[in-house]
Every structure is written in structure tokens, then in C-alpha cells.
């Protein structure tokens, strides 16, 4: 049983599980996960490895849709709709909700087209108003000083820390509502995980994010929101949810407990 | 510590050993069918007709021949086995028990001797749909010879594209279609070119399967439906049937071996070319 904590009521929510369960093939990843995710917060997913975390965060933009044999049953409410009606437009879907995944993955294109390349599919074309999304969404994960003199050139040619930010500018550049990261900074060094970090608690002002991270210490520092997944019988449950102050210093459930002072997980 | 750098030596040497044999025997074959060939070879031997079954004159319909045989051959293998790969790979409905299917055959196709092909190519092209010995017949053969290679390669190229561009792409809200027109195919370029050089590579080759389907008439084709004589035929030809048939044959063999690597380093360059468009600004 979830355990959910009343302050938790207080904000609006942005997306809504509902009995949410994924399974791949014969594998139960996660089940009856209801999580109200508060619009324009910063939540914490945290939990064991194998536990569904990752698998959850790919259900609230469909990614899901990109794995074979993945079955998802339950309800996702984004502002209201559930967005696993087959009416809804998966595209515009994903417009709304961004992702930033845990390996950097630019792709083989320049700076400059790594960020037109999304624009063009979703009809943005003046070529002054791209530049300006551009230099603004470069400006705001702060690459735009270190690159705006090579847009032109490979964007593999970044380090690991700009690629990641470059990613993140990638999803910025699309104005979405949410964006949902997955381990955003475990491949990089902890420079640049600092910088990241920063730039993720500047965003949660504006934006709803969901990361998923396993750094305790990261999760207390960003986050709104702070909810525990846990593998019961190889089958990933949400253990409890709660306000991310509550959920360290007064967690209810004996797991979280346990996970929080470091005993267990 | 002595013995160990010895057994080092050893290895290194032998690992050297092998890759340097091969490319020996290679440049050996070459420069031999060079060293015989190059001196047959002027304006005369490229655009004329050949004499006395080839002893002399030139190879002209044969080059033409072999390039109308190629060219049915490639135009309708290459749409078909890209297609078939992409879907194979790409669209997941087909990834499963169907597609298993589809891959064993490929397989088991690609090792089916030529000469099968030749006699399927004869049944169904020259017989059942009434082409006759023909060009077209001949190309339709070697398409279905070349088909599983091609497809085959272009799959790998497409799996070796990294999953997290799809994702990437897909999470960014961008269709399949222009994920796949603008980031999986020119990423998969290396794939497509190595199916396209490996299966022109067969077909220019072959002479089996082109025995039944494309004939050995040595005039020049006025349309796809006449028989025409390939290179390697004609190689063949002179070779075994014809006496005072080498000089002729050394110099068709140089023709074929410098048509194979022009077609092949054009095909890169057409490859890295649209993958830099696609890539580049
Ligand atoms: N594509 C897949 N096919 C089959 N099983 C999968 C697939 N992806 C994940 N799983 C399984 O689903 C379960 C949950 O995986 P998931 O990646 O969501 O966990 P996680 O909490 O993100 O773990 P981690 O912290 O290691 O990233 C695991 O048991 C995993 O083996
Ligand atoms: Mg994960």
C-alpha cells in the first residue's frame, strides 16, 4: 500500500497515475502505481535498481509504444485527459512532455541541427525565429558562450557534460510543460553533475520534472516531491510518496525508513 | 620473461601474418589479369563488336549487356531489399515469429548456389512469364540472387543505429517516417553500402545463373528482351571454349575487375556524400 501524505494535496497536479502497471513479455515491472506528479515541482523518483523507475517514467510520454511486447494498463491524466486513449495525439504528446535520458545521446548531426532538426518536424521554420529559440534554449543550459562560435560542428565532438546540456537544450527548444529525466547526471563527472543540477532547480520553476536518480543526497537537494519505488516478489510497487522534507526527516513507512538512513537499497 | 616475449613475437608475427597473405593473394590475382589484360585494352577492344567469337575485335555489346543486366538487377533489388530491411528492423509488428521466418529464409537463400537460381530464373522468367532468353530475365534472376545479401546487410546496418537515437528522436515528438528518412537511413549508409557492393560484386560475377536466363548472344541487345552476354560470360567463353580465347580474356577480366572497383568507390562516395548532407550543416 502506497503511503501518501496529506500536505501532498496542496498544489495542483500536473499528470495523474491511476493504477498505472507495465509489463514486458512475461514480466511484471510495476504495478497499481497511483502518483500525483504537482504541476511545475520538481519530483524525486528513488529507489532500488530494478525497481520500474525508468520503466514508469517511460510510460508518461508513451515511450513505451517503442518497446516490443510492453503492456501497459492503468491511466495517465495529463491536465485531465488520459493519454493512453488511442485519440490522443502521441506527437503532440511528446511536444509537451521532454525527456533527458541517462547516457547522453545527441544525435550525429551539427550543434545547430541537433536543435532545428526537433523545430522543423514540429513546423517551425522562420529562420529568425529558430535562431532566437535556439540562442535562447543554448542561454538557458548555459552552452551558449562555450559554443555559439562552432554551431557548425559536430555535436559529438562535446564532452560528455555539454552533450547532456546540449540534450537538454534539444527538449527546452520545444517549450514543453514537462520533462522527465532519467538519471540526467550518473554518466557524467561531478562537475558537470553540479552544473546540471543547478540547471534542473532553475527549471523546476517553470516546469513540472520527474527525474529519477539514485543519489539520495541530489533527490533532497532539487526536489519538491520525493517518491520511493520498491521490488516486492520482483514486481516494482510506489512505497510511499510524500513532500520531500517529510519523506526524510519523517517517513512513515518502514521501508522508506530504512532506504532514507542508508540501511537498505 | 624471455619465453613470454618470444611466444609475443610469435603472435604478433602470425597475427601480421595472415591479413598480409591475404591481401598477397589478392594484389597477386590482380596484377596478374592486369600484367595479361592491360595491353588488349584500347578504344578499339571498348567500342567495337567482337570477331570470330571473340578471338578478336572488341567487347562493346557486352559491356552493354552487362550494364542493362546490372541495372535491372540493382533498380529492382535495391528499393525491394531496403524496404523489406527497413520493415524488418523498424516496424516492430513484423519483428516476431513472421519476421524469424522471413530471416531463415534469407539465409538459407543466400547460400543457395548460383546455378539454382539459374534454373529457377529459366522456369519462372524465360518460361512461365514468357520473357524469353532475355536482358530482363537475366537482371530479374540475379535481383533475386542478390535480394537476401542486400537485405541481410542493410539490416545490420540498421541495427547497429544506436536505439537512443530512436528514442531521442521519438521522445522529441518526431514521426517514425522522418526519423527514419532523416537520422536511421543515412546512419545506416555504411549497411546499404556494403549490401549494394557485395551484391553487384555477386552479380557481375556470376555466369551460372545467366547462362539460362540472359543467353550468350554476343550482338548488341536493341531491348531488354534480347539476349545479351555478360562479361563474365564472355570471360568464361573465351576461357573454356575458345581457343587463342586468353589474350581477349585477360582483357575482358581487366574490364570487369575496373568496372567492380569503380562501382564501388563510387558507391561510397554517393554513401558518405548523402550521409553528410543529411548530417553536415
Ligand atoms: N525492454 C525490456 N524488456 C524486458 N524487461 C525489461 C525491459 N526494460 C526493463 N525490464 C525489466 O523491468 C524491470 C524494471 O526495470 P527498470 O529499468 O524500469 O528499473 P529501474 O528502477 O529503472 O532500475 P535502474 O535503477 O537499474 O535503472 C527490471 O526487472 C528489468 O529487468
Ligand atoms: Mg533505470
Given at each position: 500500500m502506497t503511503t501518501f501524505h496529506p500536505k501532498n494535496t496542496i498544489h495542483p497536479t500536473a499528470i495523474r497515475t491511476e493504477n498505472l502497471s507495465l509489463s514486458y513479455d512475461q514480466k511484471i515491472a510495476f504495478q497499481d502505481i497511483s502518483l500525483p506528479i504537482p504541476a511545475q515541482k520538481i519530483t524525486a523518483i528513488v529507489g532500488p535498481?530494478?525497481?520500474g523507475k525508468s520503466s514508469f517514467l517511460t510510460c508518461l510520454n508513451r515511450l513505451t509504444d517503442l518497446t516490443q511486447q510492453c503492456r501497459v494498463s492503468g491511466k495517465v491524466y495529463l491536465a485531465g485527459k488520459n493519454?493512453?486513449?488511442?485519440?490522443?495525439d502521441v506527437i503532440a504528446l511528446r511536444r509537451r512532455v521532454g525527456m533527458l535520458f541517462q547516457q547522453p545521446n545527441p544525435f550525429p548531426f551539427s550543434i545547430y541541427k541537433n536543435l532545428v532538426f526537433p523545430l522543423k518536424e514540429h513546423g517551425i521554420t522562420d529562420r529568425s525565429h529558430v535562431e532566437y529559440l535556439i540562442e535562447e534554449s543554448l542561454t538557458a543550459v548555459g552552452l551558449w558562450d562555450e559554443v555559439k562560435d562552432r554551431l557548425k560542428s559536430s555535436a559529438l565532438r562535446l564532452s560528455g557534460g555539454q552533450q547532456q546540456r546540449l540534450c537538454l537544450a534539444r527538449t527546452l527548444v520545444l517549450k514543453p510543460e514537462v520533462i522527465l529525466m532519467d538519471?540526467?547526471?550518473?554518466?557524467?563527472d561531478p562537475i558537470s553533475t553540479g552544473v546540471i543540477e543547478d540547471l534542473i532547480k532553475d527549471l523546476g520553476d517553470r516546469h513540472t520534472i520527474v527525474i529519477v536518480t539514485h543519489n539520495l543526497a541530489q533527490a533532497k537537494r532539487i526536489s519538491h516531491q520525493t517518491a520511493l519505488f520498491w521490488s516486492q516478489k520482483n514486481v516494482g510497487h510506489l512505497i510511499e510518496v510524500a513532500p520531500t522534507q517529510d519523506f526524510f526527516?519523517?517517513?512513515?513507512?518502514p521501508l522508506t525508513q530504512a532506504y532514507v538512513t542508508g540501511l537498505k537499497g | 620473461m624471455v619465453k613470454q616475449k618470444w611466444g609475443d613475437r610469435l603472435g604478433t608475427g602470425f597475427i601480421w601474418a595472415i591479413p598480409l597473405t591475404i591481401t598477397a593473394i589478392f594484389l597477386w590475382i590482380i596484377g596478374d589479369v592486369f600484367w595479361h589484360g592491360l595491353g588488349q585494352i584500347n578504344w578499339q577492344f571498348l567500342f567495337t563488336a567482337p570477331i570470330d567469337a571473340g578471338r578478336s575485335g572488341g567487347i562493346a555489346p557486352i559491356l552493354v549487356s552487362t550494364a542493362w543486366i546490372l541495372l535491372i538487377c540493382m533498380g529492382v533489388s535495391l528499393p525491394l531489399g531496403i524496404g523489406t530491411a527497413v520493415l524488418l528492423v523498424e516496424?516492430?509488428?513484423?519483428?516476431t515469429g513472421f519476421g524469424q521466418l522471413i530471416r531463415r529464409s534469407l539465409d538459407t537463400l543466400a547460400g543457395v548456389p548460383s546455378i539454382v537460381f539459374g534454373l529457377f530464373g529459366n522456369a519462372l522468367f524465360v518460361k512461365v512469364f514468357g520473357l524469353g532468353f532475355s536482358i530482363l530475365s537475366g537482371g530479374l534472376t540475379l535481383a533475386c540472387m542478390v535480394l537476401p545479401l542486400l537485405i541481410r546487410s542493410t539490416e545490420e546496418g540498421l541495427r547497429a543505429v544506436p536505439q537512443s537515437y530512436r528514442l531521442g528522436a521519438a521522445s522529441l515528438g518526431i514521426s517514425q517516417t522522418k526519423t527514419l528518412w532523416h537520422l536511421i537511413l543515412p546512419a545506416a549508409m555504411p549497411g546499404f553500402v556494403a549490401g549494394f557492393v557485395l551484391g553487384i560484386g555477386r552479380a557481375i560475377a556470376e555466369t551460372a545463373a545467366l547462362i539460362?536466363?540472359?543467353?550468350?548472344?554476343?550482338r548488341m541487345p536493341s531491348s531488354w528482351l534480347d539476349s545479351g552476354r555478360s562479361l563474365s560470360i564472355h570471360i568464361y567463353d573465351l576461357a573454356m571454349n575458345i581457343s587463342n580465347g586468353n589474350a581477349n580474356a585477360y582483357g575482358t577480366a581487366t574490364v570487369l575487375i575496373t568496372l567492380l572497383l569503380m562501382i564501388n568507390a563510387l558507391t561510397s562516395w554517393i554513401g558518405a556524400t548523402w550521409t553528410n548532407h543529411h548530417f553536415k550543416f
Open positions: 535498481s530494478g525497481s493519454i493512453f486513449d488511442p485519440k490522443i538519471e540526467p547526471c550518473s554518466a557524467l526527516q519523517h517517513p512513515v513507512n | 516496424f516492430s509488428d513484423i519483428k539460362f536466363t540472359s543467353g550468350y548472344v554476343d
